[in-house]
């Protein structure tokens, strides 16, 4: 993780929390005029707050820009509890025209509680930042108005540390689901759901960078990572038929599912290199029956189990009837597996560690999917899944 993650981890934890605390300090001290047990005790949480942050040594600027709390340029948003001290505090401190504090360590309370009076008892920026320095502390300073923080920005940077986190809570959630599979135990899907809806949003909010994360590719997780791909390019592509986020969900979790079916398939099958015997590749084509089997034992009859098992058992059967596993009449598979189809050939053309084949770059495989229109693909998803790169 980068480091502007780590800190944005922290101040999504317990950023809420200092600015609450801060806000509750300078409330009492506009309450009891002389210092007591429970301003102290209020001094103290802010204290362990800016602790958390701050550690053995550093500094932390909290600002205050346009009625919006910022811990250096990462924005602290109120949840409905916090909203009146966060009024509170924003109220007081530009009254006093203060924009930032920095706090440095080793802090003390008295530090703290004296910054607290200052701002209550309606001194200025300017003076309480002299007699600050008149304690000689030097663990506060007290600056000004600062000037808009460019919010956008900052948004752009959560909306893609909730992606990355969501993708890889997929990708755990999925080796957890196979791993309880494998040992005959029904799998928690909660914590799949949840990562699916995490992806879902952060394609609305930020397709290019959420896709892109499909280009991870491990040799050793892929067997993981393709589903969570496959999920991903699904739910891009089911966005373009306008499906709402519910149905996007689950496709989600039934594109996520639909390789299901290998977790009675050796690694040694799964990861080899080179092509496959004509024992091994039977076994292989068993994959999707086998699927359905196992979403049937695994869950309830509901629609999500329901459209999983479509997806597990049609995800290799073409529109011209060919594939596996064979299929009597002219059925067509339904809607979520022509498009889990489409998003698993992609995938695994472009990633190439299927069977170690050679990975092919995006172009040439949208190349030859468009030659297999209609026989292989659906044509009006297919037309539709192209749209996903032209953006
Ligand atoms: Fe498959
Ligand atoms: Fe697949």
Redesign the pocket.
Known sequence: MRMDDLFLEKVLKRGRSLISDFAILVKLTGVYESINEAVLNAASRLKDDLEFFLGEEGEITVKLAEEAFFIEDFRVKASVADIDNFSFLSKNLSERGIGAVTFRAPLQTDDLVFLAYAIKGGSEAAEIQSALESRLTKAITVGGPVEALKESALDTKDVRLLARRAYVKAVTSYQAAVQSLKAGKRPDLKRAKRAVQGLVDAIFKDEPYTLGLTAARNPKLYVFQHPVHVAMLSAALGKRLALNRYHLSLLGMAALF??V??VVLPLSILQKEGELSPLEQEL?RM??LE?LKQVLKSRGLNTLAVLTMFV?LE??RAMDGSGYPPFRGNDRPVLFSRIVQIA?DFD?MVSGLVQQRKAQPVAEALKLMHSRAGTVYDEVLLRAFMDVFKS
């Open positions: 639909h390789d079916g290998k292989l994959h999707p699927g597990a995800h290799h698993d695994s």
